[in-house]
Structures are given as structure tokens and as C-alpha cells.
């Protein structure tokens, strides 16, 4: 006689010119709070080049860009935790790890302010300030201080790799990515 959600994520996309131009909302829902996630366009040039306007995810490790319902490790790396491996403000430049030859790249330039306060944890207790969360849709807070920053990936991958999954359930020939 009871039915509760605790959380929705609703994801809103549209693709427009021949699927060279995407939009992407995408929200998180819960009981107390209503979150940004994301909220960004992103424009195909040429198959290898693609730029992406918006509240994103920045490009520095490939677990992270994932989805989190999708990972066989649930625990974020270090690297995520001290260096905010989640989402900011900015463009970048990147093949969306689409390529023939295996190479893959992401680099951007972003506001080096963390959009949600839910995973980093690191700067916040290094540099001793309070930890905003500007995406909070129902009582939003002014972002920090903004400190600009580029960052990037470039890694290879040999064999067939469609990084919808970080596990094989398929089985296949032996797959490697580096990064």
C-alpha cells in the first residue's frame, strides 16, 4: 500500500542536423533536492572532432565518464576524489572514443569549480573552504571562486571497444585500453 521513489534521474536529449548537433539535460531527483547533472550541447565538426558546450563531466580518467549504474567497481579512485574528477563548467574538444585507429582524446578548458558538491572531497578539505553546490536546483548556491583549468585524456584502445560497459559479457578476442 506504499510506493516511493528515493531518486529519479531524468535524462532529456535531443539530436538535431543529422545527428551532428546534441542537447543533453539531465537531472537528479529526490525527496528533499533537485540536482543539475548535466546540461550541455555538443557539435560533431568531422567524425574525430566533436566540441561540447556546458555543465559536463571533465576528461580526466575514462572509469569516470561511465555511468555509474554501469561500473563493476562502485568506489570512486583518488584520483576522483582529490583532483574532482566530476562535473564543471566548460568546452572541450574531443572523438568521443570514436576512432579507427584506437587513439582517444578529450582535452578542455573549465571553471575548476566543482558543479556538485556530491563526490569531491579533496579540495575542499585541502584548501579549508565550505563546499557550495551551485547545480542545487531548490535553493541553488553561488559558485566558488572560479580558478580556470584545462584538462585532458589521451589514451589508446586496440581491439573492439564500444565503452558501454568496463566488463565482457560477450566474451572475444583480448581487448586492451590504456590511458
Do not use: C
Amino acid at each position: 500500500d506504499n510506493f516511493a521513489l528515493q531518486r529519479v534521474r531524468p535524462i532529456i536529449m535531443a539530436r538535431f542536423l543529422d545527428d551532428k548537433l546534441l542537447f543533453r539535460l539531465h537531472l537528479n531527483a529526490g525527496p528533499t533536492q533537485i540536482e543539475l547533472l548535466d546540461f550541455f550541447a555538443d557539435y560533431q565538426f568531422d567524425p574525430q572532432l566533436r566540441l561540447r558546450v556546458g555543465q559536463q563531466k571533465i576528461p580526466l580518467t575514462r572509469h569516470r565518464f561511465n555511468s555509474f549504474a554501469r561500473l563493476t567497481l562502485v568506489d570512486w579512485s583518488d584520483v576522483a576524489r582529490f583532483f574532482g574528477s566530476e562535473r564543471q563548467i566548460g568546452a572541450q574538444l574531443h572523438n568521443n572514443f570514436n576512432s579507427s585507429t584506437g587513439i582517444e582524446y578529450m582535452v578542455g578548458v573549465f571553471t575548476g569549480v566543482n558543479a556538485r558538491n556530491g563526490f569531491e572531497r579533496g579540495p575542499w578539505q585541502v584548501y579549508g573552504i565550505p563546499q557550495a553546490n551551485p547545480s542545487n536546483l531548490a535553493d541553488p548556491d553561488a559558485p566558488a571562486r572560479l580558478h580556470p583549468e584545462i584538462a585532458g585524456r589521451i589514451g589508446w584502445h586496440s581491439g573492439d571497444d564500444h565503452f558501454k560497459s568496463d566488463s565482457d559479457d560477450a566474451g572475444g578476442p583480448l581487448r586492451v585500453t590504456t590511458g
